[in-house]
């Protein structure tokens, strides 16, 4: 029987791979970007989340199956921490009462490999405080400083993503109405937002400085379409709060071997 998916992002990258790889198995999948989509609404604001979640619910007759956030920006502007944290976690908010009618609801968020790349901590606190209007103050603060500066907004916003992650998907509200929560974290992925960058060798050797990956290298986007569908699908019953580095070893290469210690006795 099919299930009713809510994919955000639809119109391009991840979100459009994910969501024709959904409709080509015969799943209803209810698109939301900007444009060019069933739901077409600015997540970066207060009235586009609440309006979204409204529309998808109807436009699902009340029962959603999943979701899946792919909706993102990368840019030194307060945008980025509106729609890659609040416009993923107030959307949700607004989507859960349609994913509790589920008889499988699952939820799987777009992080980043940038979640454990420099970010600014007030930001990622802000963030996990619910303050959108700070959150937003800082990024702005932060971008009038340097461009540059202002791209820690990404990675602040994918940490603070990853955060919520961990802590929301063993609540009542995931958990307790069993709800499967995951995030999953690319490595450099060949979509219209990485091209202009990896156009030229010193853009691309900046991005693998970064992001280094011995396993194929830049991946698909169906690479990560495919474990979101799985991290959403029946068969995922027990995967819970869990930021899933599907980067061709870039995690591995920077953070070692030892991810562990942290907790042994000193």
């Known amino acids: 029987m099919a299930r009713t998916y809510v994919v955000t992002g639809s119109a391009s990258g991840i979100g459009a791979t994910t969501a024709q790889i959904l409709r080509d198995r015969g799943e209803k999948v209810i698109g939301i970007d900007l444009r060019n989509a069933d739901v077409e609404a600015d997540l970066s604001t207060v009235q586009g989340r609440v309006d979204a979640a409204a529309r998808a619910t109807k436009l699902a007759n009340g029962t959603i199956d999943a979701v899946i956030a792919c909706a993102g920006i990368s840019a030194p502007v307060p945008a980025t921490i509106?729609?890659?944290?609040?416009?993923?976690?107030?959307?949700?908010?607004?989507?859960?009462?349609?994913?509790?009618?589920?008889?499988?609801?699952?939820?799987?968020?777009?992080?980043?490999?940038?979640?454990?790349?420099?970010?600014?901590?007030?930001?990622?606190?802000?963030?996990?405080?619910?303050?959108?209007?700070?959150?937003?103050?800082?990024?702005?603060?932060?971008?009038?400083?340097?461009?540059?500066?202002?791209?820690?907004?990404?990675?602040?916003?994918?940490?603070?993503?990853?955060?919520?992650?961990?802590?929301?998907?063993?609540?009542?509200?995931?958990?307790?109405?069993?709800?499967?929560?995951?995030?999953?974290?690319?490595?450099?992925?060949?979509?219209?937002?990485?091209?202009?960058?990896?156009?030229?060798?010193?853009?691309?050797?900046?991005v693998d400085a970064n992001v280094p990956m011995p396993l194929n290298y830049h991946q698909p986007p169906e690479s990560i379409a495919n474990l979101l569908i799985w991290l959403t699908s029946v068969e995922n019953t027990h995967l819970a709060g869990q930021v899933i580095y599907d980067d061709g070893g870039a995690d591995a290469t920077l953070r070692g071997d030892d991810i562990w210690s942290w907790n042994d006795p000193k």
């Not at 509106?82 to 949700?92: K, T």
């Not at 955060?163 to 995931?174: E, L, Q």
């Open 82 to 206: 509106s729609v890659n944290y609040f416009g993923v976690v107030e959307l949700l908010d607004g989507l859960l009462p349609a994913l509790k009618t589920s008889d499988a609801p699952r939820v799987a968020v777009v992080s980043s490999m940038a979640s454990l790349q420099p970010n600014s901590p007030e930001m990622v606190e802000a963030a996990l405080a619910g303050d959108e209007s700070t959150a937003r103050e800082i990024a702005q603060n932060l971008a009038d400083q340097d461009p540059q500066i202002g791209y820690l907004a990404y990675p602040s916003s994918k940490r603070a993503l990853s955060r919520w992650v961990r802590r929301a998907s063993i609540s009542d509200d995931y958990a307790g109405n069993g709800i499967p929560l995951n995030a999953v974290a690319p490595g450099t992925v060949l979509t219209p937002m990485t091209a202009e960058l990896l156009s030229t060798p010193e853009g691309a050797k900046m």
